[in-house]
């Protein structure tokens, strides 16, 4: 299974633009990368999913470079709402996901 | 529609105690999954459905049991409950990824059972 490293926390400022780098050396060719965002007692919620190059979305963007041993979640233009943890996640399948501790984000006013 | 929703929100047992928590979901997802959460931690899965009437371990399934009698309902038991399951356990469930050609792996998680053993 493949393991995911991030950072345990980072700060930023409101309008700023904030990357959240996750390692995953072993990745498999059929896992997939997927963030969540988790606010205080709530579950997880689905941000974005890619396999390789850039995805976009409404809130984000998800780079991976060629050889996807890593990934980048772009948050841009961060507002207070925004303060979460970011759990990276790769998985090829319904049984693999597996949450790391994830990435304590705090956006300072 | 609903979405997720959990039964009960919070409970307090001793240790020794069973009890059993509520699953259910509105969206017609074949999967379902339970986790459980613990201080300053990701979520780890403890049980998995991909359908009615079958269950699976996770990665920490010792000491729950779980049943999907029904597709839109995933019950997770505690027998004996124990202080080491002191924790916040979520319930999710899902499409089938494979169908998607596994890219379609989006869980849709409720708002979470705050448990405590005593």
């Known amino acids: 299974l493949a393991k995911t490293t991030q950072p345990i926390s980072m700060d930023s400022y409101e309008g700023q633009e904030v990357n959240i780098t996750c390692s995953h050396n072993n990745i498999a060719t059929n896992d997939y990368i997927t963030w969540y965002q988790q606010f205080p007692s709530q579950g997880p919620r689905f941000i974005i999913q890619?396999?390789?190059t850039k995805v976009t979305n409404e809130v984000a963007s998800l780079f991976i470079p060629a050889d996807r041993k890593s990934s980048t979640l772009s948050l841009p233009r961060v507002s207070l709402s925004d303060t979460a943890v970011y759990y990276c996640l790769v998985s090829g399948g319904y049984n693999k996901l597996i949450f790391g501790a994830g990435t304590r984000l705090a956006v300072h006013p | 529609n609903a979405g997720v929703t959990q039964t009960p929100k919070f409970r307090v047992l001793k240790t020794g105690q069973s009890m059993t928590l509520l699953c259910a979901q509105d969206?017609?997802?074949?999967?379902m999954y339970w986790y459980r959460q613990d201080p300053g931690m990701g979520l780890r899965l403890i049980h998995y459905s991909v359908g009615e009437g079958t269950t699976a371990k996770g990665e920490v399934p010792d000491g729950y049991n779980v049943s999907r009698l029904k597709k839109q309902n995933f019950l997770l038991g505690l027998e004996s409950a124990a202080p080491s399951q002191t924790s916040v356990y979520f319930c999710?469930?899902?499409?089938?990824?494979?169908?998607?050609?596994?890219?379609?792996?989006?869980?849709?998680f409720g708002p979470g059972t705050r448990l405590t053993v005593l």
């Open positions: 890619g396999y390789k």
């Open positions: 999710a469930s899902s499409y089938n990824p494979q169908l998607a050609g596994g890219s379609n792996n989006e869980q849709f």
């Open positions: 969206m017609n997802h074949e999967y």
